[in-house]
């Protein structure tokens, strides 16, 4: 039995040891680096069927969903499938106390009902370009990362206006590999995007913030849009006039599901990842900033969940809220015990160690290289003080609310102090203003920020060094005697931005054009305060060293890819379009503990607890769950399949992204990775970083059979 045993160890172990690759490619230069590889892994399409500027191919079907996701094109008639997680603000404007759509989902049963989203927007792809050689040209060794960054930008100015000519399309330069390569991408942005359907929360955010960066998951994380286009299917503002978008391409879907081991690729835009900062840099994040920012979040949570649990009002507003801060701050927890785990400091010590010493080999290397190390190490050193500030004060200029919102008065306040004020301009942002104060308030509870506001300046002053700290606190020790709440509630009862109101009363009577009231008020002073600290404190004194590192990385980056000859190196990511690859399989979090690769609707079932927003299962979907009456969506067992994990290398952006399988079908759409694996984006550990992909026919199962909303299915290419 032993026997038996280790031997299935060593086959569980073998395929992760063998098959997982870490990286995301360029698609434009599959066929140079790793299309070879993909095939080897099963593939079976041609780099030219995933990327090509000559035919259709599957980057015509890629969107970047909003500012931040991705999505991809089901039907010839424009249909859109993100994640539900990606969709939430636009689902979140469109709900009230009455009409709940997060609560209770929203189908458009004809196109007529489909909502418009004014500015979400939904961008596709035209071309890669790589404009290496033509901005290196202009950059010589001897300038100064000013001069470097003023000539990059002369260059890429005069790259972007010639591409975007007589065009429709928008152009952007990115740096790659801290500025060793630049590569153009143009894009076609499409305006109307209309929101089709959601499941409701129950589903689409299914064990909601509990389960969040976590394996094993039942999250039907998706939602259904549609892109709109004028009658030349080119991109036009929302009018009723316009029409579904025919795209070039459209993505096939998969019933055919999949199995352990099955390759699968990941297509889509991973925001930011830093796989090439020294030992220095991951200490100063582990153990400086991520500490900072997880308490000042915890503490932000306790006071938004304490209203929320009462108020179903309040619950609605500050969901989008909430799920913000809580990612960020559980994703960081992760990364924390993954990059002790793997021991990253301690493996970059070691390359760092074994570079240098390769660096002292030769004479020029060690000209180039040598120094390199040592340079880092000084520069954390010098920054470390300055990154707790740092952490403190974006954390603190982010939570509170309303001092954000009163920097919408800064311009109001530069316009009506001109010596010949301009009458138009200042009605302009007076409307922009209210414009603003609409949205803010929206979703706005004052009693939060209130208590948000005390506890942030409280951490703030208890837990870092006082003169890093901005002038206001002192003032605010001094006249409240340190009592932060104090403070808080004078600044909420005295300022006139707490309220829409008062805020809409302020501009009515704003005809004095006389701005001292804005001047004085004590959440715009508040806002000053924190900025100006930021802007005439912070950065000037950490400006240099950022720059310096940037310069460091470059060099250092130039160094590895010569001392590491075999290893695949990858830029990282850069929220442009990228390629991914991996194989469907479980992992082994802890001792003793094996996951498997897919949940299914048993697994909802079990979490059920009626008590529980996040956990509740309705009825109708119970009632489908007890007849499995799961149409063609199920899986060979029989089962309903939920979600699935694979060892694609992914970040944040790639939500909404599709996994796809060896033929290029849509099997998934993925929503997120791992908590045992998040450290990915500064360290990637095969055996443990999965990605989390939702199976797709859940949501057409959810679609179908639980929405009734069927004719969105026969819109789309289903594979059987
Ligand atoms: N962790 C995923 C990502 O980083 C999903 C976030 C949204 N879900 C949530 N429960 N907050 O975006
Ligand atoms: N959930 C992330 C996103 O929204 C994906 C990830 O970080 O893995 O893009």
Known sequence: ?????????????????????????????????????????????????????????????????????????????????????????????????????????????????????????????????????????????????????????????????????????????????????????????????????????????????????????????????????????????????????????????????????????????????????????????????????????????????????????????????????????????????????????????????????????????????????????????????????????????????????????????????????????IEEQIEKIRKAAKGHFKNYHAPIDKEITAKMLDLYFHRLNRDLQPQIITEIIQDYDADFTAYAEELFDDSFMSSEKEVNEFLDKYKTRKAKKIEKDPAYVLGEALYNHYFSNILPATSQWDSDLDSLQRIYIRGLKEYQKNRRFYPDANFTLRVTYGKIQGYEPRDAVAYEYFTTLEGVMAKEDPDIYDYVVEDKLKELYHKKDYGRYAGDDGKMHVCFIASNHTSGGNSGSPVLNADGHLIGLNFDRNWEGTMSDLMYDPDMCRNITLDVRYALFIIDKFAGAGHLIDEMTIIE
């Open 1 to 425: 039995m032993k026997r038996v045993i280790s031997f299935l160890i060593i086959i569980v172990l073998l395929p992760s040891l063998l098959l997982a690759k870490e990286g995301m490619w360029i698609p434009s230069l599959l066929n140079k680096f790793v299309e070879k590889d993909m095939r080897k892994m099963g593939m079976r399409l041609t780099a030219e069927e995933i990327y090509s500027i000559n035919q259709a191919s599957l980057k015509d079907a890629i969107i970047i969903f909003g500012g931040g996701c991705t999505g991809e094109v089901v039907s010839d008639q424009g249909l859109v499938l993100t994640n539900h997680h990606c969709g939430y603000g636009a689902i979140q404007s469109h709900s009230s106390v009455e009409h709940d759509y997060l609560t209770n989902g929203f189908w458009a049963m004809s196109k007529e009902e489909e909502l418009p989203n004014p500015g979400l927007t939904a961008t596709f792809l035209v071309r890669i370009e790589d404009v290496s050689e033509k901005v290196l040209a202009e950059l010589n060794d001897n300038m100064t990362e000013a001069e470097r960054s003023a000539a990059v930008k002369e260059k890429t100015d005069a790259l972007i206006a010639e591409a975007e000519k007589d065009t429709h399309y928008k152009a952007v330069v990115k740096p790659f590999y801290y500025g060793n390569e630049y590569y153009m991408f143009l894009y076609e942005e499409y305006k109307d995007v209309r929101l089709v359907g959601a499941p409701p929360s129950n589903i689409g955010k299914f064990g909601g913030d509990t389960d969040n960066w976590m394996w094993p998951r039942h999250t039907g994380d998706f939602s259904v849009f549609r892109i709109y286009a004028d009658k030349d299917n080119n991109p036009a503002e929302y009018s009723e006039d316009n029409v579904p978008y025919k795209p070039m391409k459209h993505l096939k879907i998969s019933l055919k599901g999949y199995e352990k081991d099955d390759f699968t690729f990941v297509f889509g835009y991973p925001g930011s990842t830093e796989q090439y900062l020294p030992s220095f840099a991951i200490d100063n994040i582990v153990n400086e900033v991520n500490p900072i920012r997880i308490d000042m979040r915890t503490e932000r949570l306790d006071i938004m969940n304490k209203y929320m649990e009462q108020d179903q009002k309040i619950r609605i507003q500050y969901a989008a809220k909430y799920a913000g801060t809580s990612n960020g701050w559980k994703k960081w927890q992760g990364e924390n015990r993954g990059i002790e785990r793997m021991d990253a400091i301690g493996k970059k010590q070691h390359l760092e160690k074994h570079f240098m010493e390769w660096a002292a080999m030769n004479d020029q290397r060690s000209k180039l290289y040598g120094g390199l190390v040592p340079a880092f190490e000084e520069i954390y050193t010098n920054l470390e003080p300055y990154s707790r500030a740092r952490a403190f004060l974006l954390e603190t200029l982010f939570g509170i609310e309303i001092s954000r919102f009163s920097r919408n008065f800064k311009k109001l306040v530069t316009l009506s102090n001109a010596d010949d004020p301009d009458e138009k301009a």
